[in-house]
């Protein structure tokens, strides 16, 4: 029998905050499924945020919302979880909050697929401020391509890459894209290096996480979209162990301008770890329409349940996880009306 060694001393578990966030994406999803299909994204989104905020507010921390759903995005004059409000019980660690009570008002006006509630969280100061530029070219892979992909090779070199590594033809690559009009281009450059295209109907957030997850199909995901959903959609790449890459895009000079005075490179090619420092970082996500990802709320006598993933980057552990929600004693006891 072998000899009984002692182990080598390791820190004690810590708290995993990503499973009380869960609570919050929950939250705002259950609040914001009963305006699905109802064509008021006011309703939609008010339901949400209130949701969330009264949520997130029973959490022990001392968040700042450095990534909301503000006025840019509000529908009725009122500003949502703006950059700079201080949510979470005011105790505990310090976090950048990364908040987007409903990724596709859209999707949930029209009763379409991939309507989500997301919340990211790291420590303060460790997420990348996207105010200078509102948009992004981006590059989302899985961890067997993280060494194998660059957003500044052509899109052949990218696919032949990845056909190397996944032993297989180029026609066998499937690279994934938002049907957008404005990748109609990137499309063509596609084909033309000889893969094969999957349009996604999500947002991008939702993208870039069926990207960076195994066996989902989806080998490569390149497009652009919003610096601020690049940021959160990083948090979760980061859990996954898979790459972003994302080039700033500005609009006009005075994008290019802020830039500049941020100390920003515009041809600077962004990774993970440049937009999300750190691995003590939570990402968490909840349905609230069915989806790639997750299903959608789903409503019983008296039940709501939900489909939800919550991440940690320092583990690597990937939950996923359906709920059932008695409403009844909810509505005892929580500041959310869920009815």
Not at 53 to 82: H, K, N
Not at 177 to 182: D, I
Not at 210 to 234: C, H, M, N, R
Not at 294 to 299: D, I, L, M, P
Request: net charge negative.
């Amino acid at each position: 029998m072998a000899p009984i060694t002692e182990r080598a001393a390791r820190p004690a578990p810590d708290r995993n905050l990503a499973l009380e966030l869960v609570r919050v994406t929950e939250a705002a999803a259950m609040a914001t499924g009963r305006w699905v299909g109802r064509n008021d994204p006011a309703g939609a989104l008010t339901a949400a945020v209130e949701a969330m905020r009264a949520m997130i507010g029973t959490v022990e921390m001392a968040g700042t919302v450095v990534i909301g759903d503000g006025p840019d995005c509000d529908t009725d004059g009122e500003v949502r979880l703006a950059r700079g409000e201080l949510v979470g019980e005011g105790t505990g660690a310090a976090y950048d909050i990364a908040a987007d009570p409903v990724d596709g008002i859209t999707f949930t006006t029209k009763g379409l697929a991939n309507a989500v509630s997301v919340l990211a969280v790291a420590p303060r100061g460790a997420l990348f401020d996207p105010s200078a530029c509102a948009r992004m070219d981006v590059l989302v892979a899985g961890r067997e391509a993280r060494e194998h992909v660059d957003l500044r090779q052509p899109v052949r070199d990218n696919v032949q890459r990845l056909a190397k590594v996944r032993q297989c033809h180029v026609e066998d690559v499937t690279v994934g894209m938002l049907a957008r009009p404005h990748h109609e281009e990137r499309a063509r450059e596609v084909r033309d290096a000889g893969a094969r295209i999957r349009f996604l109907t999500g947002g991008e957030v939702t993208a870039a996480i069926v990207a960076a997850s195994p066996q989902t199909g989806i080998d490569l995901l390149i497009g652009s979209g919003g610096t601020a959903e690049s940021v959160i959609a990083a948090c979760a790449v980061k859990c996954l162990g898979g790459t972003l890459q994302g080039t700033p895009a500005p609009a006009d000079g005075p994008e290019l301008a802020r830039l500049q005075d941020a100390g920003i490179d515009a041809e600077a090619v962004l990774d993970v770890d440049d937009l999300v420092r750190g691995d003590d970082v939570f990402f968490v996500l909840t349905g609230i329409t069915d989806g790639e990802l997750v299903r959608g709320v789903r409503y019983g006598p008296d039940v709501a349940t939900t489909d939800s993933l919550a991440m940690r980057a320092r583990s690597g552990t990937v939950r996923r996880m359906q709920s059932d929600h008695r409403l009844d004693r909810l509505a005892r006891y929580s500041a959310v009306d869920y009815q």
